[in-house]
């Protein structure tokens, strides 16, 4: 398995929702990474984890909340989002972080906040 | 931070044609990776870069990492209808390898 699974493919939300976006892996990679992506512009870090413990948070706003249940497992908690947070949510993974490795992307999470 | 400038921005060419791309920083490289992204789905890794003046093929890719540790291009040869799509360069930045620069992007258009 070389695959990094994200669901849901699609979300819209309102701005006082709250909802959650998965990301999974089972390539046994230590490292898990979630990245923003806006329209025809290169992907942004957002946060890394490493051996399951937050190691980077890229100054993103706390209505944003990451989690790794596992080293398997990244969640993104979404809360009072804003217009602007519209995007595509990528997960990545790495074998280890701190490292050369490549990172290998899942098919992202096409985000839309009404 | 760092910053790579990758080159052109767009390109409308015909199938057949061969295709060359390039992304040069300030900075030292140690790594450079070759992504490419269609439309609503994630970057896919293309070709992986570790040594200078490294040279690799992947089918009818070839990407080559500079000499000067500072540049890399893409060349795609005999494009078809399907190599449509985002070609990002891309390198770990910032002294940590957690982290990779993007450069802006190449946008290929392929004509049948």
């Known amino acids: 398995d070389t695959e990094v699974t994200q669901t849901p493919k699609h979300l819209v939300m309102g701005m006082t929702n709250k909802k959650s976006l998965k990301c999974e892996q089972h390539?046994?990679?230590?490292?898990m990474y979630w990245y923003k992506q806006k329209a025809k512009k290169p992907p942004e870090l957002m946060f890394v984890?490493?051996?399951?413990?937050?190691?980077i948070n890229e100054s993103v706003p706390s209505r944003f909340s990451p989690e790794c249940p596992n080293s398997s497992l990244l969640n993104l908690h979404l809360h009072a989002l804003q217009p602007e947070d519209s995007a595509l949510y990528l997960c990545?993974?790495?074998?280890?972080?701190?490292?050369?490795?490549?990172?290998?992307f899942g098919s992202g999470t096409q985000l839309s906040v009404l | 931070g760092q910053q790579l400038n990758q080159s052109p921005q767009s390109m409308f060419i015909q199938e057949g044609e061969d295709v060359s791309m390039n992304c040069t920083s300030s900075?030292?490289?140690?790594?450079w990776l070759w992504y490419k992204q269609d439309p609503g789905e994630g970057p896919v890794l293309l070709i992986a870069?570790?040594?200078?003046?490294e040279l690799t093929s992947n089918g009818r890719l070839t990407a080559q990492f500079g000499i000067t540790r500072k540049d890399s291009f893409l060349n795609i040869s005999a494009s078809i209808p399907s190599d449509v799509g985002i070609y990002f360069c891309?390198?770990?930045?910032?002294?940590?390898?957690?982290?990779?620069?993007f450069g802006k992007g190449t946008l290929l258009t392929v004509n049948p």
């Open positions: 990545a993974s790495s074998q280890e972080p701190g490292s050369n490795e490549k990172l290998f």
């Open positions: 870069l570790y040594k200078a003046g």
């Open positions: 900075s030292i490289f140690n790594t």
């Open positions: 390539m046994g990679h230590r490292a």
């Open positions: 984890y490493s051996y399951e413990k937050l190691s």
């Open positions: 891309a390198g770990p930045s910032g002294g940590s390898n957690y982290k990779l620069t």
